[in-house]
């Protein structure tokens, strides 16, 4: 279940910079967003986006009672990864409805933000 193609460079670059993802928490249950796989069969995706503004983007229709919030590649890699692991959750990649996006596997999306985490 992976798919061969990383990152966009200019999301790597972005985030890099930033040392931030943005996901979409539920204001009310503070639940994040999680949608079913478009590619793998029986696969949860948490989207993912490297700015404010895209994540910002979705905060419409079904998700208006989301707001975008801040991850910093430091609390991902302590807190997020295991959590998500547990529950065999990929990475949506600048998620875009229509299935225009990355779905990366967990571990693989993390190392490369370890990369480029700067202590």
């Known amino acids: 279940m992976t798919d061969t193609n990383p990152p966009s460079a200019d999301f790597m670059a972005q985030v ?6 943005w996901a979409l928490q539920d204001q009310a249950s ?8 478009i590619n793998f069969e029986n696969a949860d995706v948490m989207p993912i986006w490297s ?4 994540a910002k983007n979705h905060c419409v229709d079904e998700w208006q009672d989301y707001v975008p919030m801040a991850i910093t590649l430091a609390d991902w890699l302590e ?6 692991a547990e529950d065999n959750v990929l990475i949506g990649v600048e998620w875009r409805d229509g299935g225009e996006y990355l779905e990366v596997e967990l571990a693989e999306f993390s190392q ?8």
């Open 79 to 84: 807190f997020w990864v295991e959590d998500l």
């Open 16 to 21: 890099k910079v930033t040392q931030t993802i």
């Open 30 to 37: 503070e639940g994040w967003v999680i949608l079913d796989s």
């Open 51 to 54: 700015s404010i503004e895209l």
């Open 112 to 119: 490369m933000l370890a990369k480029i985490e700067t202590l």
